[in-house]
């Protein structure tokens, strides 16, 4: 039998989250559907809705998000005016009723979308099986590296947060640690098929801006123009003369691009190739928006 | 559907919910859904559950005055807060909205209405004269199959003094 809490402080969250088998529960719009298809089973349910992660607030030149914030929030957030990426991708990200409830360390840390790892019908390599279907089977919406998963990382935060200079705050029963955005992430291995480099125990409670950037934006297409994951979301930052573009959707993780060559490593999958094209439009658009 | 019965039973607890202006307890299943419990075990079946993860927003309510989908919702989460149903709106007769939308004509088969209505209350009440753009960008969670969306676009429109 499982539990559910919902504990009030940090510090008691983090003690249940020390349990073996615990995890963390935000707005729920990724776990509720990964624990209806047996691919999350938690012993204990942690909801961190109640442990005062919910502010934003400026911290120097920059903004602390707390991880609880909700996608709705941050997209109307006074306070990150100046992070027009941030709030474009969050204002794209699924749809209004699931921005209400969803969070920004939910959304940075949800599970892939690709429908042979949601599937109930098959356990794909990524879920601990020996064959990734999406190759020898559909792949038109999936990343462009070839590699055991091809699938495409679904979240439109990480690469806004990512061309900001974003950190994050991670805590644990153990201790606090901060790290670049792309650090949360890591491509699958034999050996650990996990997307994300977080501990069991470890939750993150902040998302650090530093200064903002001279100018951003965040393009996207998706199947529809509201409520479809990006097909391709790219996210570029201009700070003085440098540019910094990464992307969702190419990759089985948040991929940062060459501007100069924003094509490198992502030679196309057979069925998924067209979206070379997609990211090269939309890295000439975005750098067109940022330079203006 | 091969979906399987969520795996792993989890502990009951005692878990108040404040729906409509109503103290309901129960002793359940923290994960379980909102709209299940709305539907099977309060009786509101005006929520209507379309495809249980979050893509049609059939099943919206009103959280603390902002719409969400209830079908993911986990109920031990939806404690504490203020929920209001497709009843709750509607507890003192049809409101303007949907009066509006029966104006518009903005229903076929009807089971995404209660949703809609939802969602657009959510709007109206936080944005009482949205644009049209506003309208669009803030219903695009509710699909409606049978495709009423420019009627529900006018309907909504109608109550809003928006220009549009
Ligand atoms: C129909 C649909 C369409 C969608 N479209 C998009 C889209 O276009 N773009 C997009 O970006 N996303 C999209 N999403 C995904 C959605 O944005 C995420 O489900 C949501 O952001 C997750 O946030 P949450 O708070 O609900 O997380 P939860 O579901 O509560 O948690 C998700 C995961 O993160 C972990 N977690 C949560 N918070 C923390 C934390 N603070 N620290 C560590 N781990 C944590 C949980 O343990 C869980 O594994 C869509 C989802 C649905 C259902
Ligand atoms: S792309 Fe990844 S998640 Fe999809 S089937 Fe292949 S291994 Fe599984
Ligand atoms: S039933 Fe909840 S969004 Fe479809
Ligand atoms: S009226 Fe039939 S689904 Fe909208």
Redesign the pocket.
């Known amino acids: 039998m499982s539990t559910f809490c919902r504990p009030t402080t940090l510090a008691d969250a983090l003690a249940a989250l020390a349990e073996p088998g615990s ?12 624990i209806d298809r047996g691919l ?1 089973s938690p012993t204990t349910v942690i909801d ?1 809705q109640d442990a005062g ?1 919910d502010r934003i607030e400026r911290c120097g030149a920059g903004v602390r998000i707390g ?2 914030a909700t ?1 709705a929030t941050v997209a109307v957030s006074d306070l990150l005016t100046r992070w027009t990426a941030l709030r474009e991708a969050a204002a ?4 209004p009723l ?1 921005r209400n ?3 920004v ?3 940075l ?3 892939t979308r690709c429908w042979y790892y949601r599937g109930v019908e098959w356990t794909c390599w990524l879920g601990g099986g020996d064959t990734c279907f999406a190759q020898i089977g559909e792949h038109e919406r999936h990343g462009l590296q070839p590699g055991d998963c091809i699938s495409a990382h ?4 990480a690469p806004a947060l990512i061309v900001s200079d974003a950190t994050v705050v991670v805590a644990s029963a153990t201790g606090i640690r901060e790290q670049p955005v792309a650090a949360l992430y890591r491509r699958p291995d034999v050996d650990d098929r996990s997307l994300l480099t ?1 501990g069991p125990d ?4 902040h998302v650090v801006l530093p200064a903002p950037p001279d100018a951003s934006v965040y393009l996207r297409e ?1 199947q529809r123009e509201a ?4 097909l391709v979301g790219l996210a570029v930052a201009r700070f003085g003369e440098r540019l910094v573009m990464a992307a ?1 959707g190419v990759a089985n993780i948040p991929h940062l691009l060459d501007p100069d060559d924003v094509l490198h490593d992502l030679p196309g999958n057979p069925q998924s190739a067209w979206k070379r094209t997609v990211l090269a439009t939309l890295a000439s658009r975005g750098r067109t928006a940022v330079t203006m | 559907m091969l979906v399987p019965e969520r795996g792993g039973a989890v502990v009951p607890v005692t878990v108040v919910l404040c729906v409509n202006g109503e103290r309901h307890e129960f002793e359940i299943d923290p994960l379980e859904r909102l709209a299940d419990v709305l539907r099977d075990r309060i009786g509101l079946v005006g929520t209507k559950v379309g495809c249980g ?3 049609c927003g059939a099943c919206a309510v009103l959280l603390d005055g902002r719409a969400v989908a209830s079908c ?1 919702l986990a109920v031990g989460s939806a404690a504490g807060h203020r929920i209001e149903t497709i009843e709750g709106l509607s507890r003192d007769g049809l409101t303007p909205l949907q009066e509006a939308f029966i104006a518009a004509d903005a229903l076929q088969c009807g089971f995404c209405t209660p949703g809609q209505i939802v969602a657009a209350t959510g709007l109206l009440r936080a944005e009482p004269a949205p644009t049209r753009a506003a309208v669009r960008q803030a219903m695009s969670g509710n699909i409606c199959r049978c495709g009423c969306y420019p009627k529900i676009e006018q309907a909504i429109l109608s109550c809003s003094g928006g220009d549009g």
Request: hydrophobic share 50%; with cysteine.
């Open positions: 995890r963390v529960l935000a707005g729920g719009t990724d776990l509720s559907g990964l999350a961190v992660l991880a609880t996608l794209a990200a699924a749809s699931l409830v969803a969070t360390g939910g959304n840390c949800q599970h679904p979240s439109d935060l977080l470890e939750v993150i409670t998706g409520f479809s994951f990006p969702a | 993860e979050g893509a993911l």
